[in-house]
């Protein structure tokens, strides 16, 4: 139900193991009863793709890793502390960083200043890749830092969101929210929409006033629900789509839906049950199920138009809207391309065998997908 990188679920100091061995209990692929993964039967490449270079950026594994495109730039880190700037068009680097201490997030940037998330929850910033200055953090945060407006934004584990100065890392704000004792090791939602920065957090999307800190509106997508902390775990977990003011996410286990970010209101919700996020234009919303059914819905209403088993039990990441093609990747290290009329198969690559290890993301023309083992691909049309 979560990506390769991400296990399910960290515990702050409220919880206990058998709260952990609750909720890896109810995963459909753990264990020995794991399901078989659905066949594939033989490649029919309906959309010639070619490998066009690769690279490295080392082992993702305890990473929540978010890769992040500044138009023909692809910015990621690795666990152990590596971060790299890489060309889309070439594969090679436009810089590179080693930190020396282990990361928890992804990369945000703005261009000028990059942020990244230690283990020890450390906020780090550089600028053209030197590093500029590192502050202490309340908790791990697992989400991609937010650099906007010569600020970094930071949502950590503990449901606590802070701005810094991205010049000095003078702390400008931070804001404490409540929430239930489980939080999902997994990347969630934070974002800039207009002059608002929105987050999610247990369940709602939250719009704050990003020179204040104050809450501007709240918009629930999901309720905690259950008779335990398990049960009742809920998260808005990334990626997201946002078209103008409509902004659609998917609380985890719980719901898709989209709201108006400019009135805080909810548009609609759907139920759903998977644990990555989703993508979408201005017609259609994609996403991927805990079994690894892939599913559209109608971005107007959320109403079903199609889904497809083709790749059942197999782990899916986040999809990419990309064209005629919806883009997911797969334990096994697969890219696979599916129709967005339908779900039919167009072709499928191979990478590593070690499994994609974040959501495909796609720079000057190059779709770059990220493996667990650290390597980095980019396929082009043929």
Known sequence: MLRPTALLATVLALAGCAQLSSLNNMLPWSGPSRPKPAELGPNVPVLGVRQAWNSQIGDIQGLSLDVRVLGST??????????AAIDARTGGDVWRTRLGVPLASGVGSDGRWTAVTSK??????LEAGREVWRKPLPAQAYTAPLVAGG??????????????????????????RPGEPLVLRQGGVLMAVGDTLVAGLSGRLVGFNPDTGSVRWEAPLASPRGTNDVERLVEIVGRTSRVGDSVCARAFQASVGCI??????VAWTQPASGGE??????????????NGRVLAWKRADGARAWSTDRLQWRRLTAPLLLGRSVVVG???GLVHLLSR?????????????SGIAAAPVVAADTLVVVT???????????
Do not use: C
């Open 120 to 125: 020890n929850n450390q906020l780090i910033a």
């Open 372 to 382: 667990r083992k650290g390597a980095i691909h980019g396929f082009r049309p043929d």
């Open 341 to 353: 009329e339908d779900g039919a198969p167009l072709n499928r690559m191979s990478t590593d065998g």
């Open 260 to 265: 108006d970010a400019a009135r805080g209101t």
């Open 277 to 290: 996020g989703i993508d979408g234009d201005e017609d259609m919303l994609f996403g991927t199920e805990g």
């Open 151 to 176: 600020r970094i934004f930071v949502l950590a584990g503990d449901r606590s969101l802070s701005a810094f100065d991205a010049a000095t890392g003078y702390q400008l704000w931070r804001q404490q």
């Open 74 to 83: 692809v910015l990621l880190a690795s666990g152990a502390g590596d971060v």
């Open 330 to 332: 797969d334990d096994a």
